[in-house]
């Protein structure tokens, strides 16, 4: 598996930027806590889902 670059490198970054592996690895994570997302992590977490579905 690719090395996952953390959340604090990928924020400064577009999401077409992305690696495929880590869609699916920030997805997998807040998809996880979401009943606790605030509304800025509820924005990321739909940003990826929108990439991912972009990607096919």
Known sequence: MEDIRD???LS???KTEW???ELSYFHHS???IAP???SEGQTI???II???THRG
Request: charged letters at 30%; aromatic letters at 4%; a negative charge.
């Open 45 to 47: 977490h739909r940003e």
């Open 36 to 38: 606790y997302l605030n």
């Open 12 to 14: 400064m970054m577009s």
């Open 50 to 52: 929108e990439e991912i």
């Open 7 to 9: 959340m604090t490198q």
């Open 30 to 32: 807040l998809q996880q």
């Open 19 to 21: 690696t495929d592996e």
